[in-house]
């Protein structure tokens, strides 16, 4: 099958951080970590698994991160490569093991992509599987059998979704409704992340709350407060007008992207 695949090396990362601003094909081009190849079709490991055709895969920041190189070496030992990114994924079932009961074939999902001990078919859980918390999953740095990696696309083992097919726990699998659009399915994972963080504490009505922040994360939050309904006075600090239009759209009370904005607001506050 064709896929983007990622391959991390330290030479290519010293490479574009000494010459990237002039020679910018040290990101993207031919030099670059990435590269549309012909990779073998992942097979089902085992009859709780189930096989995925991407429809649409996002493009998350840390994706951006890693292809830039702005995420720091150091954090290798959790990930593994070369790898096919891509865990902002919509796909419809194409294959399912003996066992799975979430879903059927033909049916369109989208993915919790987190690798914890049950992907990893471990007998016993670590302690932050154990208790629900399973993004905080003990084993990010490998077991025995799979690679090192925290979330699907970032795991040498396991292909995401900028590829042609890819294989998930059914525990991973998240059924959607037949009226969520592709391109909004295709957002729950980026949506759930300003979800939780707001359901860890929910502003209450009244309130005033300031996100700083023109990226996906910063809507997510404001959509999030938004569709919990969720009465409070919202101030985004960004940096863009377009960010700003884009905060406006979800529910901002009032978009910062100036010096003097944020001065004049500084002076209506008691
Ligand atoms: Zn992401
Ligand atoms: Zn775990």
């Known amino acids: ?70 995420t720091s070496p150091s954090l290798t030992p959790f990930n593994s490569f070369p790898s096919v990114l891509g865990h902002e994924v919509v796909g419809l079932v194409t294959e399912v093991g003996g066992d799975v009961r979430k879903v059927e074939v033909g049916q369109r999902i989208t993915i919790d992509p987190y690798i914890n001990c049950e992907v990893r078919g471990r007998k016993t859980l670590c302690p932050a599987c154990r208790q629900g918390m399973h993004s905080l999953c ?17 795991c040498k083992d396991l292909p995401g979704g900028w590829g042609e097919s890819l294989v998930i726990h059914e525990s991973m699998a998240i059924p959607i409704s037949d009226t969520v659009s592709d391109k909004v399915a295709a957002m729950s994972e980026p ?38 309904e969720i009465d409070c006075h919202i101030t985004q600090l960004s940096l863009l007008s377009y960010q700003k239009e884009m905060g406006l759209k979800l529910g901002v009370n009032e978009g910062l992207i100036s010096r003097e904005d944020l001065g004049a607001l500084d002076r209506s506050m008691p």
């Open 191 to 228: 949506l759930s992340v300003g979800l939780h963080a707001v359901l860890r504490q929910p502003p209450k009505n009244g309130e005033h709350v300031l996100v700083i922040g023109g990226g996906m994360i910063a809507y997510s939050v404001i959509a999030a407060i938004r569709l919990l």
């Open 1 to 70: 099958m064709k896929a983007i695949v990622y391959d991390f090396t330290i030479p290519k990362y010293i490479t574009a951080k000494a010459l990237g601003k002039h020679f910018p094909s040290l990101y993207y081009g031919k030099p670059s970590a990435l590269s549309l190849r012909d990779v073998e079709e992942p097979e089902l490991p085992n009859d709780n698994w189930v096989k995925i055709k991407p429809i649409l895969s996002g493009v998350c920041g840390s994706d951006m991160g890693a292809i830039f190189y702005k």
């Open 138 to 154: 003990r084993y990010k740095a490998g077991s025995a059998k799979l690679g090192p990696g925290m979330i699907l696309g970032f």
